[in-house]
């Protein structure tokens, strides 16, 4: 991502945290942020989300993950994912695991303002009332 920035002559819009981090979303946050709506920025997030797909194709599963979201969606919970990654490479991963159906099309990535996408999507979002409990099995 940095050399991304370098072949564009824009090394002066990363700061010191951008310049030294492994982690490419503070250089594509970084550069979002000095020039909003750029073609920089909109390169960067091309290029991440490419690497973000490959990495989806070829990523291990948390161990139990794929039941739990079989459970859920079985006892009637609206699931949605919410990821700071690309929605595209976060839905390939899901139907590379078949579980993409159970989101009902509720998949939030990156979106065009990096970093933003640690707000809840309020179409996913119902009241919950949590299950009766039988008394004798407490």
Do not use: K
Not at 13 to 41: F, K
Not at 46 to 69: H, S
Request: proline share 9%; charged share 25%.
């Amino acid at each position: 991502m940095r050399d991304l920035v370098a072949e564009h002559g824009q090394e002066r819009l990363l700061g010191e945290e951008a310049r030294s981090t492994g982690d490419p979303q503070v250089v594509l946050r970084t550069v979002a942020a000095a020039r909003p709506g750029g073609e920089l920025a909109a390169l960067l997030e091309r290029a991440l989300t490419e690497e973000e797909m490959r990495a989806a194709a070829v990523a291990r599963p948390t161990p139990y993950a794929d039941p739990l979201v079989q459970t859920l969606a079985a006892t009637g919970r609206r699931l949605a994912v919410t990821t700071n990654n690309s929605a595209r490479a976060a839905e390939l991963y899901l139907t590379g695991r078949r579980l993409a159906p159970y989101f009902s099309g509720h998949i939030h990535g990156r979106g065009r303002t990096p970093g933003c996408s640690n707000r809840i999507p309020t179409a996913c979002t119902a009241p919950w009332s949590p299950p009766e409990r039988d008394p004798s099995a407490l």
